[in-house]
């Protein structure tokens, strides 16, 4: 090769480097280059092998390029029609612009006339192993993912694997690694998918242009209901995706963002996003996700008209326009469970919505969703219309069958999920499901009915998984860097410099913890089925507990419904609208915080008592007393989001009677009455004392000298490793420690030991089955609700694990109040009381409400 074609080669690597990275641009300006070279060089091509093969792989790579900067595809395809002629007989590069021409056609969205190129340019290549060969594989294989035929799409991406390692491009076979994990994730196999897509970044790493990386991260995380990391990592691809001209990939970031934007409930947003993500298609001449983002403005628009004067004829509008969008999409031939199976369910779940039942019917009966091809959420949101549809036709039982079929597809997705942040996002798919549910239960006007409908939605969600073997490396190194991290920005005196570097340290230890995090979502688990808890077995368990009642809060429709059941049967009563309640419990959980500061003064603190008082008594009477549960003996209240924020032991009628909270319904079996919690030689008491309160050290020896056998951690012995060393087998397990409950991240809601933070996201594969957990520490009784109704904390993490209850505050508690009344709480556990029993005995009728909970299933005698 002479020197000018030798520098043609240089700047044609460089600019193959910007394709692969998707600078299309600056792609575009260096095959142009090359281009120009070879013209003035004078070289002919037809008898210059090397000149040949530059100017036609320069010609296809600037055709890629001018598509992907400008949207049009007809001149790309002259420039690849130009590039044939000058082939040759070179099978080889024949082969390598046919591949383009069929890439092209699959990016402007014609699957089929891309699929006849790819399957042409690949026979004639045959089987010998070229790098032609596993990239025509590769770009077959996604187009075939994105068709839904998820068998064939696997054998060509393990064809382009295997050709990709014979020829050694470690970056095709990336690329097929990271595919295949999509493939997983298509299948509804989240832990296979992350894990797939982690190994294939390591075998070269960047290799995947970042946008294009995370664009594919989101889809995964929002097939998982982590839909609020999913919209991060969109955020992530927005950025990159800044000053390029790759006006595909931006239009369908906006369009996942729209489908974030309606599962966060902000469905104006989610028209925005999609109506911007339609024209960019458009403009694109791409109709196949033109399409796409037309469904997901439908569904914001139904969304957006619920409840409305005008639903009705908006329903019936987005009917017509949900029957023609599939019409248009199997004319296109793009992938049913793409556009037209959601469409079809969207146009039924308009009409049955909008009253016309038997139309409603007609619709859904051709729809038929195959589990080994439709993604987890198009078969949930299948039953979900289906039991909308029955329910509506009066066919309860087979409206009920079909939201059976519902949960027990979802109990399937959360058997193969390990971490408890996994398994509590998942319950997102389920919150369309659950709504048809309890609605239809609460048209019947039956408490039984609508208690069985919202604890078979909670049901399927509740306990995570233990997660098995032994614990990943690579998360224990992040979880102790982000906890070095935090440390170091703590030990930081005051000034502008010391705050900018305390900013860095906090943020280089958000993204330790959020790594940790991502790292989790792919673990195995062993996990625990929980079998729904239905109103008649509660009330025969109940019979043999006089004085014994469930209180079950459901929200709904922006009213607050309460469902009673004791041992007599089940009573139900609207309660009224839900957001006076709501702000009463935050007016009281911002006094309880400010009267936890003992230097404030007597005056505010008396108007912030008063204030206290007013909302406590508010919430007695407009929901304990209005369901009759004032001077229940033993009350068990099961609520979520908000309502778990409140000390429900501190309402004036609660005054000394055991109340226990919890965000499902569940029961455990206790022995006769005084029988012990007593340790013995395998079953120990922990009692752990944290830096820097006053009275911790004093707590703990407290505590201990109520057990016999108790194990004390204090001081520099009382690191995190050394207490969760001492976690398994312990009975009751003791923390007085600073808490921290982070409400954006909440598994790494915190107590602070001797050598930093022990975060709840290290509890993974605790064992604290069966044990008592006492968390002696402010605010880590709080959670965080997810999408789908599910919440998250310290204290929620232990519960999920298995622990038997968790005694936590839900507002700021003072260590000196700590210390007079955990004592009191261990004596009472230690002479056999169960713990919300316990904790009513303790709790001194002092001047202030203490705002401890038991948190954990009501404990009833077995029978």
Same mark, same amino acid.
């Given at each position: ?6 520098? *043609? ?24 280059s090359?281009?120009?070279s ?13 000149a ?18 400008d ?49 042409e ?56 690694g990271?595919?295949?994990?999509y493939?997983e ?6 832990a ?42 969109? +955020? ?43 024209? *960019? ?10 399409l ?29 326009a ?17 556009v ?29 969703? +195959? ?17 909308s549809?029955w ?36 319950a997102a ?13 609460l ?7 609508v208690?069985?409908?919202v604890?078979?939605g ?5 306990r ?9 490396e ?28 305390r ?29 729904a ?24 429709g ?7 059941v ?6 139900m ?14 007016? *009281? ?35 304990l007393?209005?369901?009759? *549960? ?46 012990s ?30 057990? $016999?056998a ?32 982070? $409400? ?45 109704g ?45 713990? +919300? ?6 709790l ?7 705002p ?12």
């Open positions: 090769m002479d020197r000018g074609l030798a520098q *043609a080669q240089a700047t044609y690597d460089a600019a193959h480097l910007a394709l692969q990275a998707g600078r299309m641009p600056a792609a575009l300006r260096g095959y142009c090359v281009l120009r070879l013209d003035r060089s004078g070289v002919a091509v037809q008898h210059d092998a090397d040949r093969r530059l100017r036609v792989r320069s010609t296809i790579g600037a055709a890629l390029a001018r598509f992907e900067t949207g049009h595809l007809d001149p790309a395809l002259g420039e690849l029609d130009e590039a044939e002629r000058l082939c040759g007989g070179d099978r080889t590069l024949l082969v390598a612009v046919r591949g383009q021409r069929g890439l092209l056609h699959l990016r402007s969205g014609d699957v089929r006339t891309a699929l006849r190129e790819l399957d340019a690949t026979s004639v290549l045959g089987g010998e192993s070229t790098l032609d060969l596993a990239v025509l594989l590769l770009n077959r294989g996604a187009l075939r993912l994105e068709q839904g035929e998820l068998a064939l799409a696997a054998a060509d991406l393990e064809a382009a694997l295997h050709h990709s390692r014979q020829v050694g491009d470690r970056s095709i076979e990336a690329k097929a990271h595919n295949l994990g493939l994730f298509l299948r509804g196999d989240l296979a998918a992350l894990r797939a897509m982690e190994d294939a970044a390591r075998i070269a790493p960047g290799e995947r242009p970042e946008a294009v990386a995370a664009l594919d991260r989101s889809r995964v995380l929002y097939e998982a209901g982590l839909v609020t990391d999913a919209m991060v990592q969109l +955020d992530l691809a927005a950025e990159a995706l800044q000053g390029t001209r790759t006006r595909i990939e931006r239009a369908q970031v906006d369009l996942d963002r729209a489908r974030c934007a309606l599962d966060l409930e902000q469905p104006q947003r989610a028209r925005r996003l999609a109506q911007r993500a339609r024209r *960019a298609f458009t403009t694109q001449g791409n109709a196949a996700w033109a796409r983002a037309e469904l997901v403005e439908l569904r914001a628009v139904m969304a957006g008209a619920a409840g409305s004067p005008a639903q009705a004829p908006t329903l019936g509008r987005v009917a017509r949900a029957e023609a969008l599939a019409a248009r999409a199997d004319e296109l031939g793009v992938a049913e469970s793409a037209s199976l959601p469409a079809r369910l969207l146009r039924a779940d308009a009409l049955v919505r909008a009253g016309r039942v038997g139309e409603a019917q007609e619709a859904l009966s051709g729809v038929r969703t +195959d589990p080994r091809r439709a993604p987890l959420s198009l078969r949930i949101e299948h039953e979900a219309v289906r039991a549809v329910f509506a036709a009066g066919e309860r039982r087979r409206g009920l069958q079909a939201v059976r079929r519902g949960h027990a597809a979802l109990a399937a997705q959360r058997a193969r999920l390990g971490s408890v942040d996994a398994v509590t996002a998942a798919h389920g919150v369309h499901l659950q709504h048809v549910d309890v609605r239809a239960a048209a019947t006007g039956r408490g039984a009915a208690f069985d409908a604890e078979r909670r049901a399927t969600f509740a995570g998984g233990a997660v098995s073997g032994p614990e990943d690579r998360r224990a190194q992040l979880v102790t860097r982000a906890r070095e991290l935090l440390e170091r920005a703590r030990a930081l005196g005051p000034g502008d410099v010391v705050s900018a570097e900013d860095a340290l906090f943020r280089e230890a958000r993204a330790c913890q959020d790594q940790a995090r991502a790292a989790g979502w792919g673990a195995k688990s062993d996990q625990v089925e929980v079998v808890l239905t109103a008649r077995a509660l009330t025969d368990a109940l019979r043999d507990e006089p004085g014994a009642a469930v209180l079950d809060l459901l929200q709904m922006g009213r607050l419904v309460g469902i009673m004791d041992g007599d049967g089940v009573r009563r609207d309660l009224g609208p839900l957001e006076g309640v709501l702000d009463a419990v935050r007016r *009281a959980s911002a006094d309880l915080g400010a009267l936890a500061d003992a230097r404030l003064p007597e005056a505010i603190r008396g108007v912030a008592r008063a204030s206290l008082d007013r909302s406590l008594d508010r919430i007695d009477r407009g929901v007393a209005a369901m009759g *549960a004032t001077h229940v003996e033993r009350l068990h209240v099961v609520a979520r989001d908000v309502l778990l924020q409140l000390p429900w032991g501190a309402l004036p009628s609660r005054a000394g009677l055991p109340t226990s909270v919890n965000s499902w319904t569940t029961l455990a079996r206790s022995g006769p009455p005084g029988e919690l007593a340790v013995d030689d395998a079953r120990s008491v922990l009692a752990v004392a944290g830096p820097q309160l006053e009275h911790a050290n004093a707590e703990v020896r407290a505590v201990a000298a109520r057990w $016999p108790a194990t004390r951690l204090q001081d520099a012995a009382a690191t995190c490793a050394a207490t969760r060393a001492a976690m398994p087998g312990a009975s009751v397990i003791h923390l007085a420690a600073h808490g921290t409950h982070v $409400p954006d991240n909440p598994l790494f809601s915190s107590v602070r030991l001797a050598d930093g933070e022990l975060f709840a996201h290290e509890l993974e594969g605790a064992a604290v089955e069966g044990a008592v957990v006492v968390l002696s520490a402010c605010e880590v009784g709080r959670s965080t609700r997810r999408v789908g599910e919440v998250l904390g310290l204290k929620s993490a232990f519960l999920r694990l298995g622990a038997s209850a968790v005694i936590a505050a839900v507002a700021p508690l003072r260590d000196d109040v700590a210390a007079a009344v955990m004592p009191e709480l261990h004596g009472r556990l230690a002479a056999g009381d169960v713990p +919300d029993v316990a904790l009513a005995a303790a001194p009728a002092s001047v202030e409400p203490v401890l909970v038991c948190f954990g299933p009501l404990r009833h005698r077995a029978s």
